[in-house]
């Protein structure tokens, strides 16, 4: 399957359709990175953390949008973006139904 990356910033809004959420543990998201086709993710402190696990992983596309479809990855900091790890980051995968 390939996933989509996302910031949790640029959050897609669709009218009568529901997203799907659900935690992933850090070893089942870095896993699911590597399948990512497409990343909307426009955090650069997120994106240079995740590179570092990932390295294929492709560069943001700027002013673009997640437009729904397949399943998309997320990650953010558990409270800030100083010092950010891989340790200090949690991660969701969503879809929209």
């Known amino acids: 399957m390939k996933y989509s990356l996302l910031s949790t910033v640029v959050a897609p809004s669709f009218l009568n ?3 799907r959420v659900w935690e992933l543990t850090k ?3 870095l ?3 590597k399948s990512v086709s497409i990343n909307f993710c426009g955090h650069p ?3 240079a953390v995740l590179r570092e696990h990932v390295p294929t992983l492709p560069f943001t596309i700027r002013g673009a949008f997640w437009n729904g479809e397949g399943h998309a990855l ?3 900091p ?3 973006d ?3 790890t891989i340790d200090k ?3 969701v995968e969503f879809f929209i139904s």
Request: charged residues 30%; aromatic residues 8%.
């Open 78 to 80: 558990k409270g800030g």
């Open 89 to 91: 980051l949690e991660f």
């Open 82 to 84: 100083t010092q950010v």
């Open 74 to 76: 997320a990650a953010r």
């Open 31 to 33: 896993e699911k990175l």
């Open 45 to 47: 402190v997120t994106n």
């Open 17 to 19: 359709q529901t997203i």
């Open 27 to 29: 070893d089942e998201f």
